[in-house]
Each structure stands twice: as structure tokens, then as C-alpha cells.
């Protein structure tokens, strides 16, 4: 049996290896606490300063905001699968990492709007609350981006997400994009004004502008490894992304009380209006995940 010195001797330099160990792993989290934060006032600050954000945060029913932030947990779900802080972890710590980028991002938001002044002793909860959890969605977004793109560690990684999740993060990236757009008069007015053919005309360019910019203009740089999915195919999934995209536009304009009283014309007029901001941002969103077509388009539709 080994002496009480000896046993004293073991601890010491155990504790004196442990604790260079520990200090590494909270200075790497600060890190990617830090990057997070940058990351999530990167994608949100546009909203920070925008006032139909300040204004509809009050006048948004409860429910509305929770099916927001509900959805918007789900994406950032999908993403922290692809991406994240944490490589190696299970199920359970996805969940975890996935609420505490939330946790974050509404923090960030508290903090910013206080900074800003929308947010004063004066200021009801219900308004408080409102406003931190419309601009929470694009601080999340920001902070889930953050976690791969800007850490300098080359993306994602050797395995290439499949269809689903490349489609899951477009929709993250559509409703990004239009969020920003959703709440202003101008859909409505575009909608409005908007005769068929020019909704035609706006259709066929909004699935030709995102056709180019995934699977032609090669942005990423690197190549993706293509599946036997019907999904996998740039056709298919640029027509299934840019009906993701409709159905975004669709659900913001409902949340912001835009279809109230409107006309199925004027209703159909407004999506495909915002849906050229939502198609454009979901596509950047897969380019995020994907990094574009394999050498610049060769792959047949």
C-alpha cells in the first residue's frame, strides 16, 4: 500500500495536470460563447433598428410569438446537428445546445434593446417580451451560423449533410431573410399592385436566380457528395426550396396580420413578392451547409 505522502504526492500532480486542462476548456468556451455573440448581432442588428420589429412585438398575439420562436427552435435544432460547438455529443446535448443558443440569443436581445432604449423601466412585460422574442430569431440564427462559419475550422466537416437538412437550413435562412422584410408596408403594396404575368415573370426568376446561385456561380468552393434521393438532384431541389420559401412568406404575412381581410389575388400577389427575399436567403442558407454544386454546376438536373 502506498504511503499518505505519496498518495498527497499523486493528488499534486494530478490537480497540477487537471487544472491547465480546465482553464484550456473555459477559455474555449468563452470563445465560442464570445463568437456566438458576434455571430448572432452579425445576422441581427438589422432588426435591432428596425421599428415595424419594435411595433409588431407589442401587438403580435402571445401564441403567434411562441409558434415563431417554436419554429425558429427547430431550425436552429437542424443546424446545431450539422454544425455546433460541440462535435461529439449526443441527442440529448444537441437539445441542450440547441436551447441555450436560444437562451443566448434572447439575452442578447434584452441586453441590446436596453442599450438601444426600447426596453426602459416603464416598458410593459408584454412589450418587452414581444420585442425580445421577435429579434431573438435572428440573433439564434446568427449564433448557430457562428458556430462553424466563423470559427475558422473549414465548415462542416467531411460529411456533407443530406437533402433534408440542406432543405431544413434554407428554411432557416428563408425566414431569416424574410423576417426582415415581413413586417414592412412594402409586400403589401408590391402584392397589391402585381398583375399575373408579372407574379409570372417573378416566379420564373426567383427560381432561376437561386438555380445559379446554389448550383452555377460555385461559391463554396468545395463539392458536394450527391445521393441517389430525387432530393439530391439541383432541379428538384431548387422547386422543393423555393415552395419552402412560399410557404415562409406565407406564414410571416399571416403572422403580422397581413391576410387579414385580404383577397386570395392580393394574398397570393404578397407570397410571391416576399418570397423572392425568403428564396434568396434560403439559398445562401444551403450554400452555408453545402458550399454550392460540384465544379461550378457540372451536375445535370
Known amino acids: 500500500m502506498r504511503s499518505a505522502i505519496q498518495i498527497r504526492v499523486a493528488r499534486r500532480k494530478n490537480s497540477g495536470t487537471q487544472r491547465p486542462a480546465d482553464e484550456a476548456s473555459i477559455a474555449q468556451s468563452l470563445r465560442d460563447y464570445t463568437r456566438a455573440v458576434g455571430g448572432g448581432l452579425i445576422v441581427g442588428l438589422p432588426l435591432l433598428y428596425t421599428m415595424e420589429i419594435w411595433f409588431h412585438g407589442f401587438i403580435l398575439p402571445w401564441w403567434k410569438l411562441l409558434l415563431l420562436l417554436g419554429i425558429a427552435f427547430v431550425i436552429v435544432l437542424g443546424y446545431n446537428s450539422i454544425s455546433g460547438f460541440r462535435r461529439e455529443r449526443s441527442l440529448r446535448d444537441l437539445v441542450v445546445d440547441s436551447i441555450a443558443t436560444l437562451g443566448l440569443a434572447i439575452l442578447v436581445a434584452f441586453v441590446a434593446l436596453v ?17 425580445v422574442a421577435l429579434e431573438a430569431i435572428a440573433i439564434a440564427f446568427g449564433a448557430s451560423v457562428a458556430a462553424t462559419q466563423l470559427s475558422g475550422d473549414g465548415g462542416v466537416g467531411e460529411e456533407h449533410p443530406g437533402p433534408f437538412m440542406r432543405l431544413l437550413v434554407g428554411a432557416g435562412g428563408a425566414l431569416l431573410f424574410a423576417l426582415n422584410v415581413a413586417p414592412t408596408e412594402e409586400p403589401l403594396m408590391l402584392g397589391i399592385e402585381a398583375g399575373p404575368w408579372l407574379l409570372l415573370l417573378v ?3 426567383s427560381l432561376l436566380l437561386t438555380f445559379a446561385l446554389v448550383f452555377y456561380a460555385d461559391f463554396g468552393g468545395r463539392p458536394v457528395a450527391r445521393r441517389a434521393s430525387l432530393l439530391d438532384r439541383p432541379l428538384p431541389e431548387t422547386i422543393t426550396s423555393y415552395a419552402i420559401s412560399l410557404g415562409v412568406a406565407l406564414l410571416l404575412l ?3 396580420g397581413r391576410t387579414n381581410g385580404a383577397g386570395a389575388g392580393a394574398i397570393l400577389g404578397m407570397t410571391v413578392m416576399l418570397a423572392v427575399v425568403a428564396s434568396v436567403g434560403a439559398a445562401i442558407g444551403r450554400l452555408l451547409v453545402s458550399g454550392g454544386g460540384e465544379g461550378g454546376g457540372a451536375q445535370s438536373a
Do not use: N
Open 254 to 256: 399571416w403572422s403580422f
Open 115 to 131: 442599450l438601444l432604449g426600447r426596453i426602459e423601466l416603464g416598458t410593459s412585460l408584454r412589450d418587452a417580451a414581444g420585442k
Open 203 to 205: 416566379v420564373g426568376a
